[in-house]
């Protein structure tokens, strides 16, 4: 049992606690014993952030200074992190703005002018205009867009180059503009540990040819987890991908890390304690779970995503690839990592209304699997929160909706092929080289603003490993029973219902956890020295 | 093998059926041949505008009478040039890529217009169109009577020829696309696993937020790039500038 601060046992006097079911609030009342894991404090940030990366520039990691590598006349490419991070984005200046501001007068005054800004999306959607303009600032968006300011384009024809092939036959293709390039800057904001080290070149600039070697079923299943790079293998496929990268390319990196201050002062009771609320707060956390519950589904997911988040900067670090990524992992598990004690039989999710992969856009159904069997079960080191075959209940109300422009793809995904199967090895094998060279769905991701028709299959894929170990998911509030049934999932129309349910297939007095996530929390979970007794087994 | 079926005009080129109508009329042999035809044409502006607005196929009869009597090696020789002054410059930038893409898919590329086959053949050529299934005009002594032969290619016969093409040629159905601007070609697009709708008018657009069916946009070659503005009746506002 873990004593620390952040995590609170329910007791006869607590209240319940407020989780979030999609862009509502819903009060739930856990069983006495339960375990609730908060996120930390945020972090204080840097007083100074310009100077902080001055400082990092001129003393990196493992690196020359950044000004010892510039030459008059020569080619450099900024890239930059795409707007899947932070979640929601942060307050103006975005810390990328801030790092531009910086790096770009340093490369006019060494006489650097052939420079292009290239956003680093892989096969995310395309950021649009205005939220470049909102990451790099007016001033420089003005100066390079769109001629060399832009969104990274994998299928561009001759928009890729062959680096070379790894030992272990991984295709390594790189951006052709950042390949021919006699420096690549990467500006990285590291808002969760999976995040940043190789993973920012080797895959934000890359292809298909090249993401199949990791993102695909086996690599996730081999992963535990993927928010822990020493033991997920998606990152060391990606390490090796990367490594081959700055063998051949001229690469300084510079990685920002952020604290979790998703809410600021007007929203900051939802990151709290529901038992240490002042009346003040608990007033307006009333209030606004009543508001959120008669509005429209637009206003309320423009409550949550249209106001900044107040983040601030806790680290800046650049240099060598991975001799800054270590110090990076280091300051967001400072941040983000709580001990939580042991596994439990039965958790508990409130699943939010926001992820990487639906910024602008309301959560859909894929992406909900994504969340609740890929993003929360691998929030955690050591084991997952949950035990093998435990019981996760988790709140969404799983609406079959889909955003037109943002999710295309997403829609045949879900009702052509998960019909066929769940079986993410069957989808790997059989559909996805078909359907990610679907003309129209590139042209969509290429012009328009949508994510290439191979990141659905990604998306279920990123959900596999809880996947092979969670026994059963039963969602509460969903609005039908088609599209969980499609999911894998049970559904109960109450908290007490799925708890009911959870307790058939768990063992006598089972534990019980509950993750209490936005804003960004993971867990240290100490596995069991022995598996427990499941019920079944006892009788 | 699957195939790709595209209407053309709107769709791959910002054009419509009256811009290479007016090409043909205005170089006639004789200027009084050509004023002659443009004023009738003038005249039966009302109709067609009517006929635009009821029924696509009625359209394209009204419209393609204004042909009869134009020789057929004339309608050969003016083809390049249609091509050069009207098709050419107004492809849209994505349409060649899409349509590069559909054939590294291993996809039959075919173009179903309501175009007559003759004028819209050079841009087959040119975007390397599979086949094209298009309006004919009756023949007779060498002259164009005015009158299309059947069946006439417009909304909903666009979905019968492409189930045939699909029987011929043995395509699933389920399996092929259909791309197109215009609410006149929902049967086409309906008959296809996969429709797309591009740079649609405000019916198709509205018909594809409520299918989920996807929408494109042509007229750019990049993410976050401008458009065209669309107007009625399938006409496009100039390029836009800075």
């Not at chain 1, 109960?492 to 509950?514: G, H, Q, S």
Request: charged share 25%.
């Amino acid at each position: 049992m873990s004593n620390h601060p952040c995590v609170v046992t329910i007791d006869h006097r607590s209240k319940p606690r407020v989780l979030f079911s999609g862009t509502k609030l819903v009060e739930v009342d856990l069983p006495v014993g339960t375990r609730v894991v908060y996120p930390k404090p945020p972090m204080k940030g840097l007083p100074d952030v310009k100077a902080a990366i001055r400082y990092a520039i001129a003393h990196p990691e493992n690196s020359e200074p950044l000004f010892t590598k510039l030459e008059p006349g020569m080619k450099v490419t900024i890239a930059i992190d795409d707007i899947s991070l932070p979640l929601p984005p942060m307050q103006s200046p975005d810390v990328r703005q801030q790092v531009l501001e910086v790096v770009l007068p340093l490369l006019a005054d060494y006489g650097v002018t052939d420079i292009h800004i290239i956003v680093a999306t892989c096969l995310h959607r395309p950021m649009t205009a205005d939220e470049i303009k909102h990451a790099v600032g007016k001033s420089i968006f003005q100066k390079f867009w769109p001629t060399r300011l832009y969104n990274h384009d994998a299928e561009k024809p001759g928009g890729l180059t062959r680096l070379g092939v790894t030992d272990e036959g991984d295709v390594v293709e790189i951006n052709t503009r950042a390949a021919e390039s006699d420096l690549v800057i990467y500006v990285n904001l590291n808002f969760v540990p999976m995040d940043g080290g190789h993973k920012s070149v080797a895959v934000g600039l890359c292809g298909y040819e090249s993401l199949r070697s990791h993102h695909n079923p086996y690599a996730i299943r081999e992963s535990n987890s993927y928010m822990d790079p020493e033991r997920s293998e998606l990152n060391h496929r990606v390490v090796r991908m990367g490594r081959l990268v700055n063998r051949r390319m001229n690469v300084f990196t510079i990685e920002t890390t952020i604290n979790n201050d998703m809410f600021g002062e007007g929203l900051g009771f939802l990151a709290k304690n529901e038992d240490e609320l002042g009346p003040n707060e608990e007033r307006a956390l009333k209030a606004l779970i009543r508001t959120l519950e008669f509005l429209p589904a637009k206003a309320r997911q423009a409550i949550f995503e249209k106001i900044p988040a107040p983040y601030a900067v806790t680290g800046v670090f650049a240099g060598e690839t991975e001799a800054v990524h270590a110090k990076t992992i280091a300051k967001c598990f400072e941040q983000y990592c709580v001990p939580a004690g042991g596994q439990a039989d039965i958790v508990v999710y409130g699943v939010p209304y926001i992820s990487p992969y639906n910024v602008g856009a309301h959560l859909n159904p894929l992406l909900v699997s994504c969340m609740i069997q890929g993003y929360l079960h691998n929030l955690y080191r050591g084991a997952p929160l949950v035990r093998k075959g435990g019981t996760v209940i988790a709140f969404h109300p799983c609406t079959d909706q889909f955003d037109p422009d943002q999710h295309p793809a997403y829609v045949e995904f879900v009702h052509r092929f998960l019909p066929i199967t769940r079986d993410a090895t069957r989808l790997h094998k059989e559909f996805e080289d078909e359907f990610r060279k679907h003309p129209g769905f590139i042209q969509l991701y290429r012009t328009g603003e949508a994510y290439h028709p191979a990141h659905p299959f990604y998306m279920w894929y990123w959900g596999e490993n809880g996947r092979q170990h969670i026994g059963r998911v039963i969602i509460v509030g969903a609005d039908n029973q088609y599209i969980p049934e499609l999911l894998g999932y049970e559904t109960a129309p109450t908290f007490a219902d799925a708890l009911r349910m959870a307790k058939e297939t768990a063992p006598a007095n089972p534990d019980i956890a509950c993750l209490r996530i936005c804003p960004f929390v993971m867990v240290d979970v100490e596995p069991d020295a022995a598996p427990k007794q499941i019920a079944g087994e006892a009788k | 093998m699957r195939a790709a079926y595209f209407d053309v005009d709107g769709t791959i080129v910002g054009s419509n059926l009256l811009y290479p109508t007016l090409h043909y009329i205005r170089n006639q042999a004789s200027p009084v041949d050509s004023a002659r035809r443009l004023g009738k044409l003038a005249l039966q502006a009302p109709f067609l505008l009517v006929a635009e607005l009821r029924d696509r196929r009625m359209f394209n009869e009204q419209l393609f009478s204004h042909f009869a009597g134009m020789t057929e090696d004339r309608l050969v020789c003016l083809a390049d040039e249609v091509f050069e002054d009207v098709f050419e410059p107004r492809i849209f930038k994505g349409a060649r890529g899409l349509l590069d893409k559909c054939r590294d898919a291993g996809m039959r590329i075919v173009f179903v217009t309501g175009a007559l086959d003759v004028s819209v053949a050079p841009l087959a050529k040119h975007l390397g169109a599979d086949a094209v299934i298009a309006n004919r005009l009756e023949m007779k002594e060498g002259k164009a009577t005015g009158r299309l032969l059947r069946p006439v290619v417009a909304g909903p016969s666009k979905a019968r020829v492409i189930v045939e093409d699909a029987r011929v040629h043995g395509h699933d159905l389920a399996e092929c696309q259909a791309y197109s601007d215009s609410e006149s070609d929902v049967p086409m697009m309906s008959v296809v696993g996969h429709p797309f709708c591009v740079n649609p008018d405000g019916g198709l657009r509205a018909l594809a937020r409520s299918y989920d069916w996807p929408i494109l946009d042509l007229d750019r070659e990049a993410a976050g790039g401008r458009s065209r503005l669309r107007l009625p009746f399938g006409f496009y506002a100039p390029e836009r500038r800075g």
